[in-house]
């Protein structure tokens, strides 16, 4: 086969997933084109070929892609119409659009969960807040709004009677509160040819507050079976939906050994930034590889590896400023990944790092130097 | 510290080297100007500050610099004068001008081994072609010349009387053939503060004919003592010369187990790309760390690697194409980095795959297949 680096290659999106997409398009010489709303965004000055646009407005959507050979999106928030119409034009968009249309409704993606015998939660659709008050008896759950939910907006824990006007006055679902031990995640993979491999399974560790991964660890730390499980339920979804691209998915392992899934995307997710440094191949190598029908590569875990987010300090809105970047580089196996973001506000996602090291005692030591010295202030 | 990701960061050069250090530039939001005579040189299209202009110019060397907080290179053909003109007015320029003068004629470069005991294989100067026929009783010998040699120009193995004229007629240098039984590379970084480290020793196979690295394996196969006397002369170097950067050390070692300088290049070299997948800091974190005065990353191998080129094939010119791809990406552990370079030509470097794996033998296998299938045609 002749591989062609012509190849014009559009993402919908230029936020840091999309940069780290770049760095590893760079490696096979396919140049990619970007859209993204914000001019600043992280992928600006990255590629000759960024265009400012709304990615939910159909013209903007339809007009950056009608070029392409392959378009694909770094985020889900992307109107469906314009690709839908990209597609049948002879674009090959990956993911499909049917397959964001579906995730991008927690409803719909629910359903896809029940129709296809995937082990999900059990849930309630409300329609507003006054669907909501009667289903008190179910109480404590976890509402999550159907649309436009992402990053731990649109989902809310709520533990009594007295916080159902904290809930979403939308269509939204109310869920079961899952006695989990763990929360995992495993990315999937499938190319044009139908071929189909799991990342290794990982464990997310989550900030008790802000509902955003705070530390993760690769491979996770559960049996045997428990990963043989997880892997399934991945594999089976992805196939399920015959999608082209990568697939993270989120799932709880119940006190009771269940796998449960809780949600997906489908695109490179904060659930596999580690790979770059601890796995043979990345998830943005293995996306790439996806979409342009290229073999699979080998997703073993190469070295134990836990991924940091760095979020912006609390109580600073502005110019970002990074403090206690000397620590976190002086730890051997401390990776620091900076997304390129002027601004910091609280808790937005400003960088992450990744830690590899064969100990596990190590690494968590070293995980708590990362969250104790690095920090993003204005 | 706060880390200051404004600073202003030329490079001279936009070849391959430029454009891995600007995918490790990418990862700490350092935003890399870079100037090249080529206007598609590899990083033309990825950076959103490129300026085509002569290295080899004082003006458009100047000018490029004068408003940079610092100055780097990633080849050693660049004009001295402006660099050193810029490091008078202020600007940071790492490697030191004053270092990479030396190194940019084979002549000195050898004198300065000569003045500071650092062990190389005896020479005799040469002005011209006469001068190398009164040498004839020291053949077989190489003849070097002194500047503007790089990639195997300007190095001739002359075997007999009858090849003198082969020979260089213009300043160079006869070199006493070395026995040697293996090539070997360090790679020594220095920060501004003086913090030294290195990289661990690799191993060179070079193609027969065509005096290119064909395959690299890190860590070199020799043994304890040899693999320390490699480090001490590499960190002799680059502390005699206080040198600021990462300077890439080739050495012979000899039948008699003693090591050979054979020549240094200060800046991210061939011998070291296999890092970014094998070791726990790449060469390229580690240029970025020692002239913006970061502590040194960890360069522990993560995982045994071996590097092999990817040559333009022979007879083909034009507008590259590869071929093979698909079977080099089924390769387990194998990445593939390729250079962006639009034509090819009879043994251009187009590009590399680093392969990772514990196993020698599975190593060596691996390489095979690589060297078998991925080829460069037009």
């Not at 269509?171 to 190319?191: D, Q, T």
């Not at 392992?253 to 043979?280: C, W």
């Not at 979020?311 to 600073?316: I, K, M």
């Not at 609280?346 to 596990?360: A, E, N, Q, Y």
């Amino acid at each position: 086969m002749r591989f062609n680096t012509d190849l014009k290659v559009g993402v919908l999106g230029g936020g840091q997933l999309g940069r780290m997409l770049l760095q590893s398009a760079i490696n096979i010489n396919i140049d990619l084109k970007m859209m993204d709303a914000d001019p600043n965004a992280p992928c600006s000055n990255l590629t000759s070929d960024f265009t400012v646009g709304d990615l939910e407005d159909y013209d903007a959507v339809y007009n950056f892609g009608k070029d392409c050979d392959i378009l694909t999106i770094e985020i889900e928030k992307v109107n469906i119409g314009a690709m839908k119409k990209l597609q049948s034009e002879g674009v090959k968009v990956y993911p499909q659009p049917e397959i964001v249309e579906m995730i991008q409704d927690k409803r719909v993606q629910k359903q896809f969960y029940v129709d296809n015998d995937i082990p999900t939660a059990p849930f309630t659709l409300t329609e507003n807040l006054q669907d909501l008050e009667k289903l008190a008896d179910k109480l404590p759950a976890v509402h999550k709004i159907g649309k436009g939910g992402y990053d731990g907006r649109g989902v809310k824990v709520i533990k009594s009677k007295e916080e159902i006007k904290s809930g979403f006055d939308a269509p939204a679902l109310l869920e079961e509160f899952v006695p989990f031990k763990k929360e995992l995640a495993v990315i999937v993979s499938r190319n044009e040819a139908g071929e189909v491999n799991t990342f290794p399974v990982v464990e997310m560790v989550f900030h008790p507050e802000h509902n955003l991964v705070e530390y993760l660890l690769s491979p996770a730390i559960i049996e045997k079976e428990e990963e043989a499980k997880a892997k399934q339920v991945a594999t089976d979804i992805i196939q399920k939906l015959e999608m082209v691209g990568i697939l993270a998915v989120e799932m709880f392992l119940t006190k009771d050994n269940d796998i449960l899934v809780n949600e997906i995307a489908p695109r490179p997710h904060n659930s596999g930034h580690q790979s770059i440094e601890g796995n043979f191949v990345s998830q943005y190598d293995q996306h790439l590889r996806a979409i342009l029908n290229l073999p699979l590569g080998d997703t073993s875990t190469k070295i134990s590896s836990a991924m940091v987010n760095v979020l912006g300090e609390d109580g600073f809105t502005g110019n970002a400023l990074y403090e206690g970047m000397d620590a976190v580089m002086k730890i051997p196996g401390a990776s620091v990944h900076l997304y390129g973001k002027k601004l910091t506000k609280p808790f937005r996602k400003m960088g992450h790092v990744t830690i590899t090291d064969p100990s596990l005692t190590s690494l968590k030591r070293k995980i708590d130097i990362v969250k104790s010295t690095l920090k993003v202030k204005a």
